[in-house]
């Protein structure tokens, strides 16, 4: 399989699972922690864990992009974090790798960079809503 994000090995299947209750216990029970980081765990842990075998980033940017519907930060889904990593392309595997790598300062760089991205989408879907009220 295609290692275009250099993570190396997937998880053991067991690890996978592991994690994957963690995940839904995160997104199930109640939290104090920001929707942003939410969204930024889910689409870090589905990457890294990649459990389909196929289209795992597309699975896990589409639940990031729902955490964030879901959690309150964009109610009517107008922002597209995947608009945002495309953006800033250059440091998407690096961030994921170091998310990836599990250490306080991996998640806070990945967490840092999905921040950048829904403020880059956000910044687009209002320029796209400022033109659509130009006519």
Known sequence: MNDALGLGAAPSPS????????????L????????????????GELLTLRP????????????????LVARGLDPKSLVAPEVGHLELASDYAEALR?????TSEGVAQW??????AVAAAARDSQAICEAFMRG
């Open 15 to 26: 690890e996978v699972a592991l994690r994957l209750d963690a995940l839904s216990g995160l």
């Open 28 to 43: 199930t029970e109640t939290t104090k922690a920001p929707a942003l980081v939410v969204a930024a765990i889910v689409h």
């Open 52 to 67: 389909f075998g196929w289209g795992d980033g597309i699975v896990a940017r589409a639940a990031q992009r729902l955490t």
């Open 98 to 102: 170091a998310y990836s790598s599990g």
């Open 111 to 116: 967490i840092g960079h999905c921040s950048a």
